[in-house]
């Protein structure tokens, strides 16, 4: 088992430029499984996490509703945002900056077969994350993602999840509001829940400005314990 993880922050990067990159390494990971299978062979699979921030875009997974994006096509230019239905879980949701983007692409074999668990313990990387800020996160039963005040009249998320997994390998991930416009929430119905609303951490602090390295290094820190594995450049 390799749980070797390779981290790569492509800095600011178009949402489909990504997607296609994250498309080639799922691949070569899912091939070399194939490959492994059919020649009896045993080499070892890579696993990959990038770090990316995406230009305005809103993305619509593959069982979401259209009727959750707000905006039509017109709008979408004006407010210089794209949009993209895409192969992962989940509904509606905004990338732009001021938010970190993490996409785990991990052979899930190299640590355990469990969507579930993959799941949640991406949501537990991010509690942990938060908590070094002194916010008390948690998991919104029934929906996917990191919440604030869930239980109180004002619950409001501020991280994001959709993954999609083939042959135990992983793409997509999370998206944590740090410094984030929240105003473009507003052209949507995230995740396709109504009445909830979504925040950033720089609001919760009170601060202009988070400093989203330090937040990033958090992250790996809490991801690598999770996973077991070995971050690598």
Same mark, same amino acid.
């Given at each position: 088992?390799?749980?070797?993880?390779?981290?790569?922050?492509?800095?600011?990067?178009?949402?489909?430029?990504?997607?296609?990159?994250?498309?080639? $390494?799922?691949?070569?990971?899912?091939?070399?499984?194939?490959?492994?299978?059919?020649?009896?062979?045993? $080499?070892?699979?890579?696993?990959?996490? =990038?770090?990316? !921030?995406?230009?305005?875009?809103?993305?619509?997974?593959?069982?979401?509703?259209?009727?959750?994006?707000?905006?039509?096509?017109?709008?979408? %230019?004006?407010?210089?945002?794209?949009?993209?239905?895409?192969?992962?879980?989940?509904?509606?949701?905004?990338?732009?900056?001021?938010?970190?983007?993490?996409?785990?692409?991990?052979?899930?074999?190299?640590?355990?077969?469990?969507?579930?668990?993959? $799941?949640?313990?991406?949501? !537990?990387?991010?509690?942990?994350?938060?908590?070094?800020?002194?916010?008390?996160?948690?998991?919104? #039963?029934? !929906?996917?993602?990191?919440? =604030?005040?869930?239980?109180?009249?004002?619950?409001?998320?501020? @991280?994001?999840?959709?993954?999609?997994?083939?042959?135990?390998?992983?793409?997509?991930?999370?998206?944590?509001?740090?410094?984030?416009?929240?105003?473009?929430?507003?052209?949507?119905?995230? @995740?396709?829940?109504?009445?909830?609303?979504?925040?950033?951490?720089?609001?919760?602090?009170?601060?202009?400005?988070?400093? #989203? %390295? #330090?937040?990033?290094?958090?992250?790996?820190?809490?991801?690598?314990?999770?996973?077991?594995?070995?971050?690598?450049?």
């Amino acid at each position: 088992m390799n749980r070797k993880v390779q981290l790569q922050d492509l800095g600011r990067k178009d949402y489909k430029e990504t997607w296609d990159y994250q498309e080639e $390494l799922f691949k070569g990971i899912v091939d070399l499984k194939i490959r492994n299978r059919r020649e009896e062979l045993n $080499l070892e699979t890579p696993n990959y996490f =990038l770090y990316v !921030e995406h230009p305005h875009v809103y993305t619509l997974g593959k069982s979401g509703d259209f009727s959750n994006l707000l905006l039509s096509e017109k709008q979408l %230019q004006e407010k210089g945002a794209t949009f993209y239905k895409i192969n992962r879980g989940g509904d509606i949701t905004y990338h732009g900056p001021g938010q970190i983007v993490g996409y785990p692409i991990l052979d899930l074999e190299n640590f355990f077969t469990d969507i579930h668990k993959y $799941l949640r313990f991406l949501e !537990e990387s991010i509690i942990l994350t938060l908590l070094e800020y002194g916010i008390s996160a948690t998991r919104s #039963e029934g !929906e996917t993602g990191v919440w =604030l005040g869930v239980g109180t009249p004002f619950p409001r998320k501020i @991280c994001a999840l959709g993954v999609r997994a083939s042959r135990w390998v992983t793409m997509h991930g999370f998206a944590l509001n740090v410094n984030a416009d929240l105003g473009y929430f507003d052209n949507i119905i995230p @995740c396709g829940i109504k009445g909830k609303a979504v925040t950033s951490l720089n609001v919760e602090l009170g601060v202009d400005k988070v400093d #989203e %390295q #330090e937040v990033k290094e958090k992250i790996l820190k809490h991801f690598s314990v999770l996973f077991e594995a070995e971050i690598t450049n």
